[in-house]
């Protein structure tokens, strides 16, 4: 079918060529089309404004819902072959070889975005499922959704341990809602791990190949790993990539939990009695050192994104990378940079609130000790009482503080973001730093 002139679109790719190569499926089943951004339309991309073709060609229109054998897929997909033939000789020697890899990259820049977005929406998803899981199970406030680090980590061994029937470190029964949440987000770090893993290796088989003639790597060729490397952001790809690495994931696990010990406890149950680390305190202290470079962090993420905008060439992308250059290196009115002074002030609490959960630790192993010695202490029910409330305040605080973080990314990493709302994160910044207690323990 013929229409009116329209830029061809598809919903997994805003790519005319990988439109009518094949219909990948990946990110986009997870993450709607952003609107705006770069639109690489058949065959300009190819051949250029000027060739004879262009305008023929883009009144054919081949969209995802359409079959492949209607007339405007049919017309494009007769452009796309007359294109490919035809840019060797458009394009021939090394200025064939840098058009070639400048439209792979482009495509490939695109897919890095949609993915980033894919499996935000994977961790959004978790942790949907997982206040559900909270609310059902009626535990304590926060300990489902505490995220930690870059690996997506929703929950953590350590929340297991922590969310143990029993109040602090004593014997007990992991909860079946939360073996299940363990392992929920185990599956979701398989498939993020597995996602980066295997596009990291397609592109480093991309990069070498990218030297090679025009005639040893075609355009055809060019595109084909593109689409492979968009194909990979999927969840079989990701399992297939990951294997058995879900034993290698650096929480213990629930077979190490459950392991029987010659003496007959768990290795849990052999930690409670021996050591402090077992603490509630510790080990809500821990989370907080996956932000200990929280501004180096915030930083190369912001020049990031803003390296990526200005590939695509478009002036009011461009004018946005600009404004993350400026965000990024944004100082207080006091002339300081926000992002030093985020990290500052995060360090000097993590330091006293590991210094002071360090005391709990101690205290605790020791009360709960002359507890099993039947020797209690004057005072030892308030400690713990205060112990527990204290740990669960630093909760609370870790959770607000990774929301913080979450918008300042969100802001940044939105495909749609203009110069005002890039602007806009100095306030968040403003609300990162009043998220993060001034004062040490």
Request: charged share 30%.
């Amino acid at each position: 079918m013929r229409s009116k002139k329209k830029p061809m679109k598809n919903q997994y790719l805003r790519s005319g060529a990988l439109a009518l190569s094949l219909l990948v499926a990946g990110c986009a089943q997870f993450v709607e089309e952003p609107a705006g951004g770069t639109v690489i339309s058949y065959p300009v991309a190819l051949l250029g404004a000027d060739h004879p073709a262009a305008a023929r060609c883009a009144d054919y229109e081949c969209k995802e819902d359409d079959a492949l054998d209607t007339e405007g897929c049919i017309g494009a997909r007769d452009c796309l072959d007359l294109a490919l033939r035809d840019f060797s000789t458009e394009y021939p020697g090394e200025r064939g070889k840098q058009r070639r890899n400048e439209i792979q990259k482009r495509l490939m820049d695109m897919s890095i975005r949609r993915c980033g977005l894919y499996k935000e929406h994977l961790r959004q998803a978790g942790k949907d499922l997982l206040r559900q899981v909270d609310v059902d199970a009626d535990f304590p406030p926060g300990v489902l959704m505490t995220v930690s680090g870059d690996a997506g980590a929703i929950v953590t061994a350590e929340d297991i341990v922590r969310a143990r029937v029993e109040p602090g470190c004593t014997a007990g029964d992991v909860r079946p809602e939360l073996k299940e949440a363990y392992l929920a987000n185990l599956a979701i770090r398989v498939i993020t791990g597995g996602i980066d893993s295997r596009r990291k290796e397609i592109e480093q088989e991309i990069d070498a190949r990218r030297e090679r003639d025009p005639t040893n790597y075609t355009v055809q060729a060019a595109i084909g790993d593109a689409i492979r490397h968009h194909g990979a952001c999927t969840v079989m790809a990701d399992l297939a990539q990951a294997g058995d690495a879900i034993r290698k994931w650096e929480d213990p696990g629930l077979e190490v939990m459950d392991k029987p010990h010659p003496q007959g406890t768990s290795e849990v149950d052999r930690l409670s009695k021996d050591s402090p680390t077992c603490s509630e305190s510790l080990l809500v202290a821990e989370l907080f050192l996956d932000n200990q470079d929280i501004g180096d962090r915030l930083e190369k993420y912001l020049k990031r994104q803003s390296a990526e905008l200005k590939i695509d060439g478009n002036s009011g992308n461009f004018a946005v990378a600009k404004e993350l250059d400026a965000i990024a290196e944004k100082t207080t009115a006091e002339g300081k940079p926000y992002l030093s002074e985020i990290q500052s002030k995060y360090d000097a609490y993590v330091k006293g609130l590991r210094a002071k959960a360090t005391e709990n630790a101690h205290l605790e192993t020791e009360i709960r000790t002359r507890q099993r010695s039947r020797q209690p202490a004057p005072g030892d029910d308030w400690e713990l009482k205060r112990i527990k409330r204290e740990s669960r305040d630093w909760l609370t605080r870790h959770e607000k503080i990774e929301v913080e973080i979450s918008r300042i990314l969100h802001a940044a990493g939105d495909p749609i973001a203009t110069v005002d709302s890039i602007k806009a994160i100095e306030n968040l910044y403003r609300s990162l730093l009043e998220a993060i207690p001034s004062i040490s323990m």
